[in-house]
């Protein structure tokens, strides 16, 4: 009897050494966790843009938009200056139409002597287009 129960405890225990080492070999540990990431730095606003506005159009075609304030220079028959300035300026944001007028204005294109500020507004009403809020031409 002696005999059976050894055989039984010895039994037992290899059973038990086996399963252990089959659960403890299949043991994967968990990733580490990711690293953390720094703070990201407070975004600063942008303080303006970098370069200057320019006028994507040629400033020198811009000199049909004296005849809307009532210049005489560059009198076109049989064609509405209205027209031919607005369609210069028709695909162009606001602000790129003022830049376009504002440097015309300036570089007297126009071929007359202006007040710039009542000008510029002048001519973007003519044509639908608003003066942005803020811009000044200088």
Known sequence: ???????????????????????????????????????????TPPSGPKNPASCPKDTLKLGVCADL???????????????????LISGLADLDAAVCLCTAIKANVLGINLNVPVSLSLLLNACGKAKPAGYKCA
């Open 1 to 43: 009897m002696a005999s059976t129960a050894v055989a039984s405890a010895t039994l037992l225990v290899a059973l038990n050494l086996l399963f252990f080492t089959f659960v403890s070999s299949t043991y994967v540990p968990c990733p580490p966790p990711p690293p953390k990431s720094p703070k990201p730095s407070p975004k």
């Open 69 to 87: 304030l009532g210049g005489l220079v560059h009198v076109v028959v049989g064609s509405s200056s209205r027209t031919q300035c607005c369609s």
